[in-house]
């Protein structure tokens, strides 16, 4: 593999943030991602990796060693009495995964359906929609320990999964994942409890990946007309006797109880109460109609993008005082 420099990575991610790294390259095999550590090691540089660039915030010029993870292939390595076991390379598309199960019979995914990204980087942040998480459907996976340069396999304890988070996120630049397994149980019970998915009881599986990428379509701007890196903060999750106070003052506040006895609040209505929906500030802004997703009208930059979102962060202190956590991770 043959490291490039000023590698542009512009058109890898779904905010269109210009930006170039020091060093970079894409990986096609574990070989290559070795190589990858290798070369970052030698230019004393920081190696970060990027699937399709859909949960980043990319600086101008980052001073570090960037792998594009591509790796392929996709296979149904064993089936049992109760489930399907599919193993697929970190580089696959994750919507094209939850196709592809489908056509193979082998429902499950369908609530995830149209999340953008790689395979590889599911895992990173749990992702989750529609009342379903990639936890549930995980039996293990394959990450190169960039501490060793072994390759080792984790199950789910080990990933140690929350919501929106993982050991992955907890230790960046630890672990690349080259390959992930998923179990898709044979039983198969629609999940349509989620507002927007009622009256499909009776669905299939593929009417229900349907209805979920319409809704999908319909609340998120797309990505390759606005850019954005979909929803910009994490739904904050508060003490019971913090959100009585909310609820107090704020009687229409949406609040959902979580299973250890705390509430989890809406971001997005959050940041609407406080009449940012619309706001712009240099070429980034806030969706007109999502206050949860910050977007590129055109030549922002990281810190226009950062600027706008501590002011976000900061109305939102001062107004219900709740910190918002950011979801992209800046690189
Ligand atoms: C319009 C839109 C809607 C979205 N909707 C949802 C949603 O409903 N639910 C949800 O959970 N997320 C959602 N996201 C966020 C995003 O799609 C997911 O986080 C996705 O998994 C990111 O995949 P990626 O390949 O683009 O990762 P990147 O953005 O390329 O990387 C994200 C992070 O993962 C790390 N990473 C990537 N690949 C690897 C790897 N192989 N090994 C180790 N680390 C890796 C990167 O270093 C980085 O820290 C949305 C994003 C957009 C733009």
Not at 53 to 67: D, M
Not at 118 to 135: C, R, T
Not at 312 to 329: A, G
Request: one cysteine or more; charged letters at 20%; a negative charge.
């Amino acid at each position: 593999m043959l490291p490039i420099s000023h590698f542009e990575l512009s058109m890898h991610n779904t905010f269109g943030l210009t930006s170039y790294a020091r060093l970079g390259a894409v990986a096609y095999s574990r070989a290559d991602v070795i190589d990858a550590v290798r070369h970052a090691r030698g230019n004393e540089l920081a190696l970060h990796v990027l699937g399709e660039g859909s949960n980043v915030v990319l600086s101008e010029r980052i001073e570090a060693f960037v792998l594009l993870m591509r790796i392929g292939g996709c296979e149904i390595t064993d089936r049992t009495r109760v489930a399907d076991f599919v193993t697929v390379g970190a580089g696959v598309s994750w919507h094209g995964l939850v196709e592809w199960t489908l056509t193979q019979n082998m429902p499950g995914l369908e609530n995830l359906a149209g999340i953008p990204g790689s395979v590889g980087a599911g895992p990173v942040q749990n992702i989750g929609a529609y009342g379903v998480e990639l936890a549930e459907f995980f039996e293990s996976l394959v990450a190169l320990d960039t501490a060793t340069l072994e390759f080792c396999e984790f199950d789910g304890p080990a990933c140690r999964f929350d919501y929106r988070d993982s050991i992955f996120k907890r230790e960046p630049g630890r672990f690349i994942i080259v390959e992930v397994t998923l179990r898709l149980p044979r039983e198969w019970q629609p999940r349509v409890g989620y507002s927007g998915l009622e009256g499909l009881e009776q669905g299939t599986p593929d009417q229900i990946k349907d209805a979920v990428v319409s809704l999908r379509e319909r609340k998120l701007p797309d990505w390759r007309q606005i850019g954005n890196a979909g929803s910009f903060f994490h739904n904050p999750v508060v003490a019971q006797t913090h959100a009585l106070r909310l609820q107090n003052h704020f009687p229409t506040i949406p609040v959902h109880p979580t299973p250890d006895g705390r509430v989890k609040l809406s971001a997005g209505w959050l940041i609407e109460q406080c009449g940012l929906k619309g706001m712009r500030r240099g070429g980034a802004g806030i969706s007109a109609d999502h206050g949860l997703v910050l977007i590129n009208h055109g030549g922002a930059r990281q810190q226009d993008v950062a600027l706008l979102a501590e002011y976000v962060r900061k109305c939102v202190n001062e107004k219900f005082s709740v910190d918002l956590v950011q979801e992209p991770r800046a690189l």
